[in-house]
């Protein structure tokens, strides 16, 4: 598998800057900000670690200056800048949505519950997903949910106002430490959503999900070829380089897999 390229303007230097794909794209970079963090007494040298990184991370500055939930937000922005995922007027439905980073992007982008007189039609819907609660976002449907329950993509299909035209998954189930279990666990919510993306997608419409290390399954990944004209892997920048995640991201929805 191929790691998608197209318009990956940012680098691991930091986050874009908001607005259009173009501008989104912009680099900055935090050097010469470093932020060294005192061991207090009694704190564990790993929540230094962590505290450190946070306070390094220009990701997160950048999160908290714009108003993202979740320094994720950029994720997406890049994804989006790299794959054009993301449309005016388009339907979203954003599995694994808490806190909220992905929700408040897909809803700036789509424009949802921005309904301009005589312009209903370039009203975007983003229906956010999450086993956990997460506060509102305004323009956007939360749905406390178990993605995982049987009765879930029923009750997301009901809070669709027409046919998706990206289905998003960021969902991961907390880190057990157990490489095989996790990599098992995520590739179980990869699966689930892939099926679910395949009921609800219009034609050409996409679809992203969280993977691990070493990718989609083979057997998954024959499948999604069926369903759709191009899949690719990718790691955004602002995904940490330490981290075993990537995405699967596959476009060109074929409804009838043959076609
Ligand atoms: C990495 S976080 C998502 C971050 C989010 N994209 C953002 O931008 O803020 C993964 C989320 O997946 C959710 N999740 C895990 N299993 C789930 C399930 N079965 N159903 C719904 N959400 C689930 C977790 O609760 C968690 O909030």
């Known amino acids: 598998m191929s ?3 197209r318009k990956s303007g940012s680098g691991r230097s ?3 800057r908001p607005g259009t794909t173009k501008t989104r794209t912009t680099r900055f970079s935090g050097r010469g900000l470093h932020n060294r963090v005192k061991t207090a007494k009694g704190r564990k040298s790993s929540s230094k670690l962590w505290l450190e990184r946070q306070l390094n991370d220009p990701y997160v500055a950048e999160a908290k200056a714009r108003g993202y939930r979740s320094r994720a937000a950029f994720k ?4 989006d800048a790299m794959f054009g995922l993301l449309k005016k007027g388009g339907r979203v439905v ?8 992905w929700t408040q992007v897909a809803v700036d982008v789509v424009g949802a519950g ?9 009203s975007g819907q983003v229906v956010a997903v999450d086993i956990q609660g997460m506060d509102a976002v305004a323009g956007a449907t939360v749905m406390l949910l178990d993605f995982m329950d049987p009765e879930a993509p029923d009750r997301i299909k009901d809070a669709l106002t027409g046919p998706a035209d990206v289905v998003l998954s960021d969902m ?3 880190a057990t430490g157990h490489r095989q279990t996790d990599h098992l666990r995520i590739m179980g ?3 689930a959503a892939f099926y679910f993306a395949c009921e609800v997608l219009s034609p050409g419409g996409a679809f992203v999900a969280k993977v691990l290390k070493g990718g989609t399954e083979n057997e998954l990944l024959a499948q999604m070829k069926r369903r759709f004209a191009v899949v690719k892997h990718a790691k ?3 995904s940490r380089a330490d981290s075993a995640e990537s995405y699967v991201v596959a476009t060109g929805f074929r409804p009838d897999p043959n076609a």
């Open 3 to 5: 790691t998608g390229s």
């Open 14 to 16: 930091g986050p874009g």
């Open 76 to 79: 997406l922005l890049e994804l």
């Open 94 to 101: 954003d599995l694994g949505a808490a806190p909220g980073g």
């Open 114 to 122: 921005k309904e301009a007189p005589g312009k209903a039609k370039e």
């Open 172 to 174: 991961a189930a907390p």
């Open 189 to 191: 919510l990869c699966e």
């Open 236 to 238: 955004p920048p602002a």
